[in-house]
């Protein structure tokens, strides 16, 4: 089956290229001096046009100037690459290495008293290439306010997103509802991979190091493969500019109160006519945490991060190499684990948590030693009508957790695994046909995943080795006032496993999946003022390795995988020593149906975007609680793996208004909602709806170059659609009474009551002078005490207090 669609597709492409419908592209522009470059000007802060700033070619006469609606363009050009100069009173100039083929050059100049530098975006400004996906980005000043914070926490400021947390370290973006394997990340240009099954497990990325973080909220399955269930987070790197000369960068350093942290960064870039470089350093060092009333004990943190890339651009072709590397040393909170069953009873119904001790920087048991080195070349050749992207990328990933242990093994970890990944793309955009304009692809990963000996305890998830490849095609086309996209892909995976079961005896399996997967949508405008984009995507995922095989404690909680445990004639999970396959349980692959629309609308001052989205999941993964069980480390609640069908929907909204020249408001809202439509069921973990409102203010003051203040105050509803509780007490009596207590009732609960909603309000200051920037925020400047529904340790301790943090950063 593999063989005839791979062959297929093959065939087809290969036939598409050599058709003369295909062949038939554009002349060689240099050959007649035809050649031109055309643009756009802008402010980089107000995004105005500049009108009569100068766009000079260098070393050459010609050059023009901008009109009053800020556009150029330079005709009658004998070459495809220039640099080009572009200068204004009052702002910044900028030199910039540009060639025809990215026709839709955007500049932004920064004025002479920002931090910020002028910059330029070539081509479209959508990631995926596909103008019908909803995007959100984080870049520029906005994201600097908020970059030494997690990656999911940084996240979490575009609407639509919130964040799953194991404590306060561990922190994972929600998309929608959706988290994990079914959110993909494109971190410097790969897929990121890294042992990401856990809820507990974190992506090991610095949100520092990223100059700008986009968001695809629509399911993008086909173009990057499986996981983009719930959407796309793409993090890219600064961009290497060529000729600019000098040496230049930022050095910037944050301090904060709760947590006693430090972080600093630094990043130096320089660019020449054909090379360019650049190196980054991050390093975070935090004790434990506070909430309002006591200490979070154990949870400090250690970070440290650099990446080095270098390019090479000669003619059509351009080459960037680049080397990243993150790790991480993440304190869990020690409350979060206790001895025996009445304790934990006591534990859940505690003002504070358990071994609460004063204030340290030292990182004890339970924790988490993650690290990732990412190495990846890309290359993009431009040939006369038609263009080729390739890439490899090479990651590994070392993760080891260490639990609260007896004796020796409290110096072991109770989890040691490393996971090898190599990945090559190849994206070949092609000359028009008639109307329509696309991209065909190809993608290859292959995964080594090993649990390292020494644990003493059996493998959490077995060994395995995970290939795939997938093949996909994206079009577009004008449709009267709208642009019309088509797409479909093919993708084909296949795993061997080779773990340990319950009495230590090894197992085997090969496991095989594949999928088809397509998207249309459509982006149109409404008018002078307003848009509308709508996409229907479906998206797949095949169950991963522990949620068909995970055996055994992890972090606080004992979890059983879909082929670890049975349920009974009341409909009470159960552990089994052996291990299930296929044909004694049969586990679908996940398959996605998601439709999104978004409409916007602008007028001078005021912008408006409303979001509204469907998501059918058929044959959806989950994790529930189903009791808890006793070990000889103590009990501790144990959850498991199921299957169903569910749908999650709802709606995001974002308004902004501009009072004055100085005075703005935004205020963004979250409504979702999620259903097990096969058990007319809730789950347990959807995040609850937010409302929040902030009031900024900007300008000159205060001797300063700028200032700049804003206000913000969000509020979290309790979450309504929790499912039933049933208490540790509860489970505690039903078992010393004999009795089940899911013999007639087997619909899904929690241990604890959703906790209130709560309001938050923050407070951030910021001001620049000639190259430094300065910043004061007071986060939870009330000093609330509250706890985060998706916090799974929010059954233990209350989140965060008051914090207040101070930065400063330099730009040379």
């Not at 996906?133 to 520029?140: D, R």
């Not at 050095?251 to 054909?274: E, I, M, P, W």
């Not at 995970?550 to 972090?555: C, T």
């Amino acid at each position: 089956m593999f063989t005839r669609v791979f062959t297929f597709l093959i065939f087809a492409a290969l036939l598409l290229s050599t058709s003369p419908a295909f062949t038939q592209g554009k002349k060689d522009c240099s050959a007649d001096c035809s050649c031109a470059i055309s643009g756009l000007v802008v402010d980089a802060s107000t995004q105005e046009p500049i009108p009569y700033a100068t766009v000079q070619i260098k070393n050459s006469e010609k050059g023009i100037m901008t009109n009053e609606a800020g556009e150029f363009q330079i005709k009658g050009l004998c070459e495809k690459e220039y640099d080009i100069s572009i200068s204004h009173l009052g702002y910044k100039s900028f030199v910039h290495h540009h060639d025809i083929y990215h026709p839709d050059l955007i500049v932004k100049l920064a004025t002479n008293d920002m931090i910020l530098e002028s910059i330029v975006i070539e081509g479209s400004t959508i990631e995926t290439g596909l103008e019908s996906m909803t995007e959100s980005k984080l870049s520029g000043k906005e994201l600097e306010s908020i970059k030494t914070e997690s990656l999911g926490d940084v996240l979490s400021n575009i609407t639509g997103v919130s964040t799953l947390k194991t404590g306060q370290n561990v922190v994972k973006p929600m998309i929608h509802g959706l988290h994990g394997n079914r959110v993909l990340i494109i971190n410097n240009g790969v897929r990121h991979e890294g042992q990401g099954w856990g809820q507990e497990h974190a992506p090991e990325i610095d949100a520092a190091m990223a100059d700008n973080i986009a968001l695809v909220k629509g399911a993008a399955a086909v173009k990057y493969g499986p996981d983009a269930m719930g959407g796309v987070i793409i993090i890219n790197p600064p961009k290497m500019e060529l000729s600019t000369g000098h040496l230049h960068g930022t050095a910037g350093v944050t301090a904060a109160s709760n947590g006693r942290s430090v972080n600093a960064d630094l990043l130096l870039q320089q660019g020449y006519k054909n090379f360019a470089w650049m190196g980054q350093v991050s390093g975070l060092y935090q004790g434990d945490l506070r909430a309002p009333d006591y200490m979070l004990t154990n949870t400090g943190a250690r970070e440290f991060s650099y990446m080095l890339g270098t390019r090479y651009h000669y003619k059509q072709l351009d080459l960037t190499l680049l080397y990243s590397h993150v790790q991480q040393n993440l304190g869990i909170l020690r409350g979060s684990v206790v001895g025996n069953l009445e304790d934990l009873d006591l534990a859940l119904k505690a003002d504070e948590p358990y071994f609460t001790r004063d204030f340290s920087y030292n990182i004890n048991n339970p924790r988490q030693e993650v690290s990732h080195d990412l190495i990846r070349l890309k290359g993009h050749y431009n040939f006369k009508d038609h263009q080729l992207d390739f890439q490899y990328g090479f990651q590994a990933n070392t993760r080891q957790e260490y639990d609260v242990r007896r004796g020796n093994n409290n110096d072991r970890p109770a989890i040691d695994l490393e996971l090898f990944t190599h990945t090559l793309d190849l994206d070949w955009k092609h000359a028009p046909i008639s109307d329509w304009s696309g991209t065909i692809g190809a993608q290859w990963l292959y995964q080594d995943n090993n649990n390292i000996p020494g644990t003493n305890t059996i493998p959490f998830v077995p060994n395995y080795n995970n290939s795939r490849f997938g093949f996909y095609i994206t079009e577009s086309r004008p449709v009267g006032n709208m642009e019309l996209e088509v797409g479909v892909r093919y993708d084909y995976q296949s795993n061997s496993v080779a773990g340990r079961d319950a009495d230590n005896d090894v197992y085997r399996q090969d496991l095989n999946y594949q999928s088809v997967t397509g998207l249309v949508g459509i982006n149109t405008s409404l008018g002078k003022n307003s848009s509308f984009r709508s996409n229907f995507g479906t998206a797949w995922r095949p169950p991963n390795i522990a949620e068909l095989y995970s055996y055994g404690k992890h972090e606080f909680t004992i979890d059983f995988g879909l082929w670890r445990h049975i349920t009974n004639e009341f409909g009470t999970p159960e552990s089994i020593q052996g291990v299930l396959d296929q044909d004694q349980r049969p586990v679908d692959n996940e398959l996605g149906f998601k439709w999104v629309n978004t409409f916007n609308h602008t007028v001078k001052g005021r912008s408006l975007e409303v979001t509204a989205h469907v998501n059918y999941l058929k044959g959806y993964i989950y994790s529930k609680p189903a009791g808890i069980a006793a070990t000889v480390r103590g009990p501790f609640p144990f959850y498991v793996y199921d299957q169903t069908d569910a749908i999650f929907f709802g709606l995001d909204a974002s308004y902004i208004l501009q009072h004055t020249s100085f005075w703005e408001s935004r205020i963004q809202g979250t409504y979702l909602q999620a259903r097990d439509v096969s058990h007319d069921d809730v789950f347990v973990g959807i995040p609850a709806n937010k409302l929040g409102y902030k009031l900024s203010f900007m300008k000159q003051a205060f001797g300063l170059d700028e200032f700049s203040a804003a206000l913000e105050a969000n509020y979290t509803f309790r979450q309504y659609q929790a499912p039933r509780v049933i208490t540790v007490a509860d489970i505690d009596e039903a078992n010393l009474n004999g009795e089940n207590l899911f013999a007639e009732d087997n619909s899904n609960f929690d241990f604890l009551p959703a906790p209130d909603g709560y309001l938050l309000m923050n407070l951030n200051l910021q001001g620049t002078l000639n190259q430094f920037v300065f910043g004061v925020q007071f986060k939870n400047l009330l000093n609330a005490s509250y706890r985060d529904y998706t916090n799974r340790l929010r059954y233990f301790a209350d989140e965060t207090g008051f914090n207040m943090v101070i930065s400063a950063r330099y730009k040379f």
